[in-house]
Nanobody
Framework: QTQLVESGGGSVQAGGSLRLSCAASGDRYKRYCMGWFRQVPGKEREGVASIYRSGGNTETTFYHDSVKGRFTISQDNAKNTVYLQMNNLKPEDSAMYYC???????????????????WGQGTQVTVSL
């Protein structure tokens, strides 16, 4: 059974940084694609970043335009953990952040909610002025 557990959320002032972690378990082939999403009340859940690695040392990453240059997604396969390093945070980054997984490259490239199979419970990020 694939399980995802997020941690690392919190409150920070604008310009600050946070690192989110997602500890994953279950069959590796179901998690070749890992992604981070965020959602605020009343809005659609949007794909922030994703990373695909099926084997070897080749990884492909994808980012939402609004976070390019500020957020970095990475993973430590030995620890089965995916990270989202968030720098230069802005108030509009405030949201519930979710970790998601899927076995397909298509999920990573699309970063669409419906393309991901497994989800964590979320961790709150609040950025104040």
């Amino acid at each position: 059974q694939t399980q995802l557990v997020e941690s690392g959320g919190g409150s920070v002032q604008a310009g600050g940084s946070l690192r989110l972690s997602c500890a994953a378990s279950g069959d590796r082939y179901k998690r070749y694609c890992m992604g981070w999403f965020r959602q605020v009340p009343g809005k659609e859940r949007e794909g922030v970043a994703s990373i695909y690695r099926s084997g070897g040392n080749t990884e492909t990453t994808f980012y939402h335009d609004s976070v390019k240059g500020r957020f970095t997604i990475s993973q430590d396969n030995a620890k089965n953990t995916v990270y989202l390093q968030m720098n230069n945070l802005k108030p509009e980054d405030s949201a519930m952040y979710y970790c998601a997984a899927d076995g397909t490259y298509g999920a990573c490239s699309s970063r669409q909610r419906g393309d991901f199979t497994y989800w964590g419970q979320g961790t709150q990020v609040t950025v104040s002025l």
